[in-house]
């Protein structure tokens, strides 16, 4: 697949999560590991995957710094990383998602504190509170380069004439 | 591949959802439509993507509910439904990581509200407030089946036994 390679050099940060992440199994195997998942023939059982696919993938995670291998060289523990852990957020939001989109809002599994209180649905912030998607705006950012810069204004120009 | 058909079956929100939306090119189409993108060619600059794959994944959008196909037949307008606006916080989320992880804190693009006010980092809340990823717990909701109930049981036993 040609994608494969591409996308990381796009100039988003999105594309170059999903380049290391966008993987199905990859995300489901880091959402196991978050459950607590942290022994191979578990995270097999859970997912149903073949045993390469697996393989690779918690190779492929481990060599990305996401998870990290411990314990006997037969018998190997995989955990988060920080790099790891950090992507719950995104993964809870992606749940949310399909909690309300693709369960019928029957949730199989509910996230919750260490005292059961439910997570809330997760949203976009400011220093002032929600802000709700229509009002969000995209801009050019430091790591921006001249293509995204081109792009993003012609985008705010076309909408300023759409606009009158 | 048999994962594709096999995803959606799993008793697990995330898994839907990754069965929908988790092709890279779908989030990636998802976060133009976002910027402002509207017409099929403007995605296909942005993208730098083949114009079948591009095709196939708009129609698939559209069936899926998630973008909506208006104005002319010979120069269609494609936005997000309701429902594909509500993946942005899992996508600014997904960005937010790549930018700490995979740009090396220098997003290319930085999201705002309307004055440019700048997007927090997105975490996950209680009615309380902030909880941190390490005392994040997973239980099992409405949806769960049996399968799943058994699992997270044995994943709860086997934690309180490393406890001790």
Redesign the interface.
Known sequence: MP?KT???E???????????V?D??T??IV?DA????RRFGDFQ?????AKN?LATRLQQLCAAGIMARSGPERRPLYQLTE?G????????????????????N?????????S?????????????GD?A?????????????AR?RA??DA??T??MKRDV
Chains 1, 2 share one sequence.
Do not use: H, Y
């Open positions: 994608g591409d996308l990381s796009l100039n988003c940060s999105l594309a170059r999560t999903l380049a290391i966008g199905w199994w995300l489901l959402r978050c459950i607590g998942v059982d859970s997912l149903g995957i696919i790099k852990r950090a992507l719950l957020p995104a993964m809870v939001a992606l749940m949310q998602w399909g909690d309300r989109f693709a369960s019928a029957k949730p199989p599994v509910i996230v919750t504190d260490t059961g209180r439910p997570i809330a649905p997760v949203t976009l912030r400011n220093n002032r802000v998607s229509e009002d969000v705006r995209f801009a050019a950012g430091p790591g921006a380069n995204t792009f993003l985008l705010r076309a909408e």
